[in-house]
């Protein structure tokens, strides 16, 4: 009997797939695009320059991201970016703050005693000071959104393979706190979905938290410690064959780097400090850490299966979110008056352009970087 002949659909192989297709943006690259527009924004209190960053961030989110777990994790830091101006406006009402002669209401007030720092409580509520606190908060919550852009486009365990040699030693709490938010996420649809599916439709503050706040937080840190206990158990982040005196030198060098690193990000936020000051800082203490890190990753063995290499695209990406920056330091030149808006007399802010100009060049990772959900943008 003859036998019919089997024909199967033809497989795509990876190697016809294009290179550029296929690779996906360097998650290091996400992380420095996202805390230089931070830094943006944290040196101007101008609400156009911070709601840009805010629009910036959301729309390379919206091509970008893919359809991961920890995607979602930029809807979730905006509401808390929200929430953090309305304590900040809270707290502007409770405990007072800027004065202005334009009284909104006035609210029974009291004097705390010397031993208390003379904090008033109630007293009138002005425009002016109204909105000064709303222009503190809408650049906390702006330094929120970034980080949570961060979160929603960079891998967590792709950034722990990037993680140095030298640094495995730390890599298992390391994974534990960036996995914990993605898993939250996830938790959070989850947790929703099955209460849905039991007919639980009560709102009420006491059923939210027994049947979705507490299981979201237990759901969300169990996994993040099975993944962490899983690394551990596979041998991930030990090392041997270390030198006592490179351990040392390695731990010396990276606290002088560490240190001197958050002393450069307190003068890059704070306009009090000379710009050019506040970088050579950074620039040291980053030079004194790599030079730590490098030194004792030679004595880790260590192999990495398809290492994720830092390309040409992954560097414009990080290109345009120093535009950002770049933008603030020439309108702190030229126009330092617009990056602090005066609220007392209230007036409509202007708009540095040279910071308008390099937040917008900030956009182009949206042109650059691929979507895992289909292909680029």
């Known amino acids: 009997m003859p036998t019919r002949p089997v024909t199967s659909a033809p497989r795509t192989r990876t190697a016809d797939v294009p290179r550029a297709a296929r690779r996906t943006t360097h998650p290091v690259a996400w992380w420095g695009w996202a805390l230089l527009l931070a830094t943006a924004a944290g040196r101007t209190g101008n609400p156009w320059l911070?709601?840009?960053?805010?629009?910036?961030?959301?729309?390379?989110?919206?091509?970008?991201?893919?359809?991961?777990?920890?995607?979602?994790?930029?809807?979730?830091?905006?509401?808390?970016?929200?929430?953090?101006?309305?304590?900040?406006?809270?707290?502007?009402?409770?405990?007072?703050?800027?004065?202005?002669?334009?009284?909104?209401?006035?609210?029974?007030s009291a004097t705390l005693p010397e031993w208390a720092?003379?904090?008033?409580?109630?007293?009138?509520?002005?425009?002016?000071?109204?909105?000064?606190?709303?222009?503190?908060?809408?650049?906390?919550?702006?330094l929120l959104v970034?980080?949570?852009?961060?979160?929603?486009?960079?891998?967590?365990?792709?950034?722990?393979?990037?993680?140095p040699a030298a640094l495995y030693e730390v890599s298992v709490a390391v994974v534990v706190s960036l996995s914990v938010a993605p898993q939250l996420v996830e938790s959070v649809g989850r947790v929703r979905r099955a209460r849905a599916l039991r007919?639980?439709?009560?709102?009420?503050?006491a059923n939210l938290m027994r049947t979705v706040v507490s299981p979201v937080l237990h759901d969300a840190l169990d996994r993040s410690l099975a993944l962490a206990a899983a690394m551990a158990s596979r041998g991930y982040g030990r090392a041997a064959g270390i030198p006592v005196t490179a351990r040392r030198a390695t731990s010396v060098?990276?606290?002088?780097?560490?240190?001197?690193?958050?002393?450069?990000?307190?003068?890059?936020?704070?306009?009090?400090?000379?710009?050019p000051?506040?970088?050579?800082?950074?620039?040291?203490?980053?030079?004194?850490?790599?030079?730590?890190?490098?030194?004792?990753?030679?004595?880790?063995?260590?192999?990495?299966?398809?290492p994720d290499h830092f390309g040409g695209r992954d560097w414009a990406i990080v290109a345009s979110g120093a535009a950002a920056v770049a933008?603030?330091?020439?309108?702190?030149?030229?126009?330092?008056?617009?990056?602090?808006?005066?609220?007392?007399?209230l007036a409509v802010p202007d708009l540095p352009m040279w910071a308008a100009g390099g937040i917008l060049l900030a956009t182009a990772p949206a042109l650059l970087a691929p979507s895992s959900r289909g292909g680029t943008p």
Do not use: K, Q
Request: charged share 10%.
């Open 50 to 108: 911070l709601l840009l960053i805010v629009a910036v961030a959301g729309l390379v989110v919206t091509w970008c991201r893919g359809s991961e777990p920890w995607s979602g994790a930029y809807r979730v830091f905006l509401v808390i970016g929200l929430s953090a101006i309305a304590v900040r406006m809270a707290f502007y009402i409770v405990f007072g703050g800027s004065d202005g002669p334009t009284v909104l209401f006035s609210l029974p």
């Open 117 to 142: 720092a003379g904090f008033r409580l109630g007293g009138d509520v002005t425009a002016e000071g109204a909105l000064a606190a709303a222009y503190d908060g809408l650049r906390l919550a702006t």
């Open 146 to 163: 970034c980080v949570g852009a961060a979160n929603a486009l960079a891998s967590p365990r792709r950034l722990l393979r990037s993680v």
């Open 199 to 205: 007919g639980n439709t009560s709102r009420s503050p």
């Open 253 to 275: 060098s990276l606290l002088i780097g560490l240190v001197g690193l958050c002393a450069g990000a307190y003068a890059l936020l704070s306009a009090a400090t000379p710009a």
């Open 277 to 306: 000051l506040a970088w050579t800082t950074v620039a040291c203490s980053a030079a004194v850490s790599v030079f730590g890190i490098a030194f004792a990753s030679r004595r880790v063995p260590h192999t990495r299966y398809r």
């Open 327 to 345: 933008g603030t330091v020439l309108s702190g030149i030229y126009e330092p008056a617009a990056l602090w808006p005066a609220t007392n007399p």
